[in-house]
């Protein structure tokens, strides 16, 4: 079983939600913001402290995970660091 991070924009979380249904679904344990987070858990360092320990992070790209102050390029950063590089894949 993996540790997985998914990252996504809020606009795109019906088609990160469905990725999120369908790993849990094969027993991996899935950091997704809707289930994983707690309105007063300290959101910053519990995703923090999920993107470190991670097995696969995974980075939804759109146009809107990458505009200019999106939260989800700050988790990019965050799992570039722990990595140093990374492999992107697209899907259509």
Sequence with gaps: MSKI?????????E?????HLAL???EHDVF?????LKE??????KII???KGC???IFLISKNSIRKGKYALSELKIAQKKWGRLIIM???
């Design 5 to 13: 991070f998914i990252c996504h924009a809020s606009e795109d979380k």
């Design 15 to 19: 088609i990160a939600d469905a990725i």
């Design 24 to 26: 849990k679904s094969d």
């Design 32 to 36: 997704f913001d809707d289930t994983s």
């Design 40 to 45: 007063t858990a300290d959101y910053n360092n």
């Design 49 to 51: 402290s999920a993107i």
């Design 55 to 57: 097995d696969l992070f």
């Design 90 to 92: 697209f899907y259509q």
